[in-house]
């Protein structure tokens, strides 16, 4: 049988997947990141981790029609060099060179994000539906948009950078250099941060019951864990980031009028205490609500997304 590897280099760990030509993880495994060895050290630890994952399943060389690689950052024209990842510290990194020194096989390489928008298309929460679009909040907001079916990246792969529209002007100061992007106010980052100064300026609030009186502890579901004991601050915090988290979906809808949009992250354990309210005001504030607005869905390929969308790449086209 033929199968693909999937590939995902991340910050924390390199992870590598067998996927079949149905989209289907058969198997994974991971490496710690050397985030402070070179570019060719992380692509080499990569490489025996392919090897090993195929020795284990005893899956031979042979079989692999190709290697998707999936990593943050801005691909190249051609797809062989990620140009720019703060994250990793890449720039011009000739990602597809490096890996053909170790594989004698079509190799790929996209943004990691789009990755994950790829598998929730062919075999997630998009499946059967042409136009969709996947938001990843984690530490940042990143995200995917297909278009009949296709991966769009537009001019040199360089759009589709869903975390930097403004939605706050007088907001926080943004990586980017620009100022309340959406990354700034609806990642679990800034939930986290917006949750923890609601507890600073309420020592008695549950936020602080909640997490034992250690601030390290919260996490982006919190606010909502301490609202649903009657917290007014927690109340706050969360409602204010359910009206930007909307107020950006919206604007999305607004320009691609997607038939889903698909979340993806920790804050999506809520579920429908999440999706409910935000998909309200959808129905009250989409512009062509009276003809159209999109499902609200969490994604259904969990921590194997980009894994599965970095095994696909060989097949899937883009705009």
Not at 18 to 46: C, H, M, N, W
Not at 106 to 118: K, L, R, S, W, Y
Not at 178 to 202: H, M, P, Q, Y
Request: charged share 25%; net charge negative.
């Amino acid at each position: 049988m033929k199968i693909n590897i999937g590939v995902e280099i991340g910050a924390q760990f390199i992870k590598a997947g067998i996927v079949d030509k149905y989209g289907r993880l058969l198997a994974r495994d991971k490496v710690p990141t050397k985030v402070d060895g070179s570019f060719e050290q992380i692509v080499y630890d990569a490489s025996n981790l392919i090897l090993n994952l195929l020795e284990d399943k005893d899956y031979d060389i042979k079989s692999v029609k190709s290697i998707g690689v999936a990593s943050p950052g801005v691909p190249d024209e051609d797809n062989s060099k990620i140009m720019k990842t703060y994250i990793l510290g890449f720039y011009n990194a000739p990602i597809k060179d490096e890996f053909k020194k170790h594989f004698n096989v079509p190799i790929f390489v996209e943004n990691d994000a789009h990755c994950a928008a790829i598998s929730e298309s062919a075999s997630g929460a998009a499946e059967d539906l042409d136009y969709s679009l996947t938001i990843n909040i984690g530490t940042g907001i990143s995200g995917g948009i297909i278009i009949d079916n296709r991966l769009y990246t537009g001019q040199n792969n360089a759009g589709a950078v869903l975390g930097h529209m403004v939605i706050d002007k007088s907001g926080r100061k943004c990586s980017c250099g620009r100022t309340g992007c959406f990354e700034t106010v609806c990642s679990a980052k800034a939930l986290i941060e917006d949750t923890k100064e609601a507890a600073l300026k309420n020592p008695d609030s549950q936020i602080m019951k909640i997490c034992n009186n250690d601030l390290s502890l919260v996490t982006e579901t919190t606010a909502y864990e301490a609202m649903t004991l009657d917290d007014q601050s927690a109340k706050e915090v969360f409602d204010r980031y359910v009206d930007n988290l909307a107020a950006a979906l919206i604007n999305y809808t607004n320009i691609l009028m997607p038939e889903v949009i698909i979340l993806c992250g920790g804050i999506t354990e809520l579920g429908e205490n999440l999706l409910k309210p935000i998909r309200e005001k959808m129905h009250r504030e989409v512009y062509s609500r009276e003809a159209a607005v999109p499902m609200l869905k969490c994604s259904e390929m969990g921590s194997a997304s980009v894994l599965v969308g970095a095994g696909m790449l060989a097949t899937y086209k883009k705009h």
